[in-house]
């Protein structure tokens, strides 16, 4: 696990309750900068997710670039996470975040539309 994601994850344990981390998250969403209107395709929605959700995961020069947009908050929070965490990261950089999403507890703390929209975040990062 990187640094970045080490730290990250100390302070979300930190957090005593699954409320108070899902605030966090939430209070990260509503820092996602607006996502471009020309990202918002139909190959950048995560399908799997029931709220209206837009992930774009761009390389330019090797460096992961991520653009996220949802009507939702919990969703904009786990893509403001991702950001954090991985934007200007390598491919190499972010092959962790699987790793780390496991140790998060967010797997085992999301609706299964949740989730599965967080593993599809999780794929377009190290494809």
């Known amino acids: 696990m990187t640094a970045k994601e080490q730290e990250f994850l100390e302070n979300f344990r930190a957090l005593e309750t699954w409320a108070e981390r899902f605030n966090y998250l939430i209070e ?6 607006s996502m471009p ?20 995961v761009l ?16 969703p904009s ?3 403001a ?3 954090l ?3 200007g990261c390598s ?14 507890g967010l797997l085992e703390s999301l609706s299964l539309s949740r989730r599965e929209g967080l593993l599809d975040m999780i794929g377009r990062l190290i494809d």
């Open 59 to 74: 390389r330019p020069g090797g460096k992961l670039r991520l653009h996220g947009w949802s009507n939702a908050a919990i």
């Open 28 to 33: 990260l969403g509503e820092q996602l900068p």
């Open 77 to 79: 929070g786990i893509m």
């Open 91 to 104: 491919t190499e950089e972010a092959a962790g975040a699987s790793e780390f999403i496991q140790q998060s």
């Open 81 to 83: 996470m991702l950001r």
């Open 37 to 56: 209107d020309e990202l918002k395709t139909s190959n950048n929605r995560i399908h799997s997710c029931t709220s209206r959700t837009y992930f774009a």
């Open 85 to 87: 965490l991985y934007d």
